[in-house]
C-alpha cells in the first residue's frame, strides 16, 4: 500500500511538472524605450524579428506630448524592414498615444519613423514599448 502510495505521489508530480513546463507562447520579444525631441523623419533603434511566434509587431506610446501650446493629438508612424537596397514600408499608422500594430511581420530587422505630427514639430513620448 505504502509503495503505491508512493508511486502515484511520482507520478502526480511528475504530471504537475510536465503541465507546468508547458506555457503559452509569449512575444518572442519587446522593447521599452522612451522618445525625447523628435521631428519627422526620425528613426527607432532596429530590432530582429526572428518569426519564431505569431505576435503581432505594434508600438504603444504613454505619456505623450509636443513642443506645441495644442498639445499631443496626433503621431504618424512607418514601420520599415530594413533590407540591402530601399528599405520596405510596412505601413503607415495613426497613434493617439495608443498601440499602433501591424500584424505579424516576417523575419527580419525593423524600425519604425516617425512621418507626421498633428501639433508642433517637436515630439516626446515617455513610455515606448515595441513588441515583436
Given at each position: 500500500m505504502r509503495t503505491?502510495?508512493?508511486a502515484a505521489g511520482v507520478v502526480a508530480t511528475s504530471i504537475a511538472l510536465g503541465f507546468i513546463g508547458v506555457v503559452p507562447a509569449h512575444a518572442e520579444g519587446s522593447r521599452t524605450t522612451?522618445?525625447?525631441?523628435?521631428?519627422?523623419?526620425?528613426?527607432?533603434?532596429?530590432?530582429t524579428d526572428n518569426n519564431k511566434d505569431a505576435t503581432s509587431t505594434s508600438v504603444a506610446f504613454s505619456g505623450c506630448s509636443t513642443d506645441s501650446g495644442n498639445g499631443?493629438?496626433?503621431a504618424g508612424l512607418t514601420?520599415?524592414?530594413?533590407?540591402?537596397?530601399?528599405?520596405?514600408?510596412?505601413?503607415?499608422?495613426?497613434?493617439?498615444c495608443?498601440?499602433?500594430?501591424?500584424?505579424?511581420?516576417?523575419?527580419?530587422s525593423y524600425y519604425?519613423?516617425?512621418?507626421?505630427?498633428?501639433y508642433?514639430?517637436?515630439?516626446?513620448v515617455k513610455s515606448v514599448t515595441i513588441r515583436y
Open positions: 503505491t502510495r508512493r522612451y522618445i525625447s525631441g523628435w521631428h519627422i523623419n526620425n528613426e527607432s533603434q532596429r530590432w499631443f493629438n496626433d514601420l520599415w524592414k530594413d533590407v540591402f537596397g530601399p528599405d520596405e514600408n510596412h505601413g503607415s499608422r495613426s497613434n493617439r495608443n498601440t499602433s500594430s501591424w500584424g505579424r511581420q516576417s523575419a527580419g519604425f519613423s516617425l512621418n507626421s505630427l498633428t508642433g514639430g517637436t515630439l516626446h
